[in-house]
């Protein structure tokens, strides 16, 4: 490839919008264009990494056994009615309707597309399988931000096992953990694996592959000596005892006119927040719902829905919990209140001497016995955890970590196969239902996480095995006959040796093509330059580190070969 041909649209100034250093760079740089929010153009650049991105996932998959397909992006709303997930996806799932009227969806996964084409297996002879594809998937994000790592349009490498029995789920499971392994090691990705939330997937485990970043939006807890972390949807850790006093024997109201809040409580009445009951209202499916936690802790709404199952747990706006308990948020309880659901933290079991809020603006009550005075109709970890909080595991405290979720992988056991009908001859003669994993790479955002850890202030810094070229030959004196014939030379010795390069051959000022090439990111610059070629040589730059060496000509092709070696 001849720079001269190559669209790349590359900008001095940092995009007014661009939030994250992955968004930024990639738009300076020349890889993406905005058409509209949550929406990209990938230019030539970008799909050049984007196929080597691919090219990496695709061999590891390959590897552990998987066949790859390319399923609908297209799909009609009876087989997602069937697994109760057209209402349970709500309103990141795009809906359209075709011109005789049929519902239709984008697809956003492919669990239900898989299982309905697994109905053909029909004998444990031909199991276990494991398919993957390269689809593009569309999720209709309320807050698209940070480039391509929050989008509504993005492409992922989703594969899907079916086994006859659990064993065999938890054997394609390890061989695509430890894929994932291998393709983040690969892909320059610091990726860590954690416990996580299966969320509208189902099914048991879960382990998401998160890579430590400012511009996440997830939070990581995890245990410094490595036994231990966990998305904080998930996580848990270690509550130091309370010692309850015999407190007293019924609930005792007392006024607090304008207490809203638990400091307040403990401001002004020496409750402390670790004494006190939080009431929080949830619309959960429709119904109101008291959800109780200690007033120091933090509710984990994602927690709440596993626990419930809660398509789409939301806050109950003040007029609907006015409606319901006659008071407003700052004075309510669950002590007396029947009709409604009360789920209770599993850090308020066996707790005296509470205090929590009296259905009655200005009013609370003291000496709340949990057990005694509350109605639980559950209880569920609910807590959400922070750092310095000790591991579950060995006690030491949990440090959080800021992260972007690069991969998922789920055993959804026979959720799909269940409900979708999917059923093989097993060794005796006997019907058996499937049981499946699901596993989730985003491409785009995979490509966004390799910036995010790798870039510095004069750009992008790509690993070799994802870089748009390997190489950059950047000829200076491009009207010199002698420096351009030895430029066109190594460049072409270079493509023949199966070096990804590409011959920066520009009438520009050496300035601005050296920028470009930092700023792009190429992992080695040779300059051709009218007074090497005098004394011999080239420069060879390494733009990982900056470093410059001489090197002779007649031995550029073979030193930069070597650079390349793995």
């Known amino acids: 490839m001849r720079w001269s041909r190559l669209y790349t649209p590359t900008l001095r100034e940092n995009p007014a919008d661009a939030d994250a250093a992955s968004h930024r760079l990639l738009v300076r740089a020349g890889f993406v264009r905005q058409l509209m929010a949550g929406h990209y153009s990938l230019l030539p650049l970008a799909v050049r990494v984007r196929a080597k991105v691919i090219g990496v996932i695709r061999e590891e998959m390959d590897r552990i056994g998987a066949q790859e397909v390319l399923l609908p992006a297209m799909h009609p709303a009876e087989i997602w009615h069937r697994s109760g997930r057209w209402d349970v996806m709500g309103d990141e799932m795009f809906r359209l309707e075709d011109r005789r009227g049929a519902a239709i969806a984008l697809g956003m996964t492919h669990e239900e597309i898989f299982a309905t084409l697994a ?3 029909g004998s444990y002879r031909r199991l276990p399988q494991i398919w993957y594809q390269f689809q593009t998937k569309f999720r209709d994000e309320p807050r698209p931000k940070s480039g391509l790592m929050r989008v509504r349009e993005f492409t992922m490498k989703d594969s899907y096992s079916f086994d006859l029995d659990e064993a065999g789920l938890d054997r394609s499971f390890d061989l695509h953990h430890e894929a994932y392994r291998r393709i983040f090691e690969r892909l320059g990705i610091p990726a860590i694996p954690v416990r996580a939330s299966s969320g509208t997937m189902g099914g048991g485990d879960s382990v998401e592959f998160m890579c430590p970043s400012d511009a996440g ?3 990581v807890v995890r245990c410094p000596s490595g036994d231990y972390a966990a998305n904080v949807e998930k996580a848990t850790s270690r509550l130091a005892p309370v010692e309850d006093g015999p407190g007293l024997p019924e609930p005792e109201r007392f006024g607090t006119p304008g207490v809203r809040t638990i400091e307040d409580l403990a401001v002004q009445y020496g409750v402390p927040a670790e004494r006190q009951i939080k009431t929080l209202v949830y619309v959960l499916d429709g119904a109101l719902t008291l959800v109780l936690m200690r007033g120091d802790h933090a509710l984990a709404e994602q927690k709440l829905a596993d626990a419930t199952g809660a ?11 006015v409606a319901a308990l006659g008071a407003r948020p700052g004075s309510l309880g669950a002590v007396g209140v029947t009709g409604l659901p009360v789920i209770v933290d599993e850090a308020l079991r066996g707790r005296r001497d509470m205090a929590t809020g009296a259905n009655e603006d200005g009013f609370h009550v003291r000496g709340v016995d949990v057990g005694r005075d509350i109605a639980a109709g559950r209880w569920a970890d609910l807590r959400e955890v922070a750092a ?8 030491t405290a949990l440090e959080a970590l800021r992260c972007v979720e690069v991969g998922h992988i789920f055993k959804l056991g026979t959720k799909y196969t269940e409900v979708l009908d999917v059923t093989v001859l097993g060794p005796g003669g006997d019907d058996i239902k499937p049981v499946m994993g699901s596993y989730g ?21 790509w690993p070799v095995q994802v870089a748009p070229f390997e190489v950059a030959v950047v000829l200076l004196n491009v009207n010199d006959d002698e420096v351009r014939a030895a430029a066109e030379e190594l460049y072409g010795t270079l493509a023949s040796g199966g070096v990804d390069v590409v011959l920066d051959d520009r009438d520009e000022r050496p300035g601005a093509k050296f920028k470009d090439v930092e700023l792009i990111g190429i992992p080695y610059r040779v300059t051709v330059s009218k007074r090497g070629v005098a004394a011999g040589t080239v420069e060879v730059t390494t733009r990982a580190t900056g470093t410059t060496e001489n090197v002779p000509i007649a031995e550029a092709a073979a030193h930069v070969r070597g650079l390349l070696a793995p």
């Open 311 to 321: 398509a789409a747990p939301r806050p109950a706006r003040e007029e609907e919990i």
């Open 217 to 219: 939006e997830d939070v």
């Open 441 to 461: 790479i985003g491409v785009e955002r995979a490509m966004a996480a390799v910036v995010e850890v790798s870039h510095d202030g004069a750009g992008i810094v």
């Open 119 to 121: 109905r053909e297996l």
């Open 388 to 395: 310095g909080e000790p591991c579950p595991e060995c006690g």
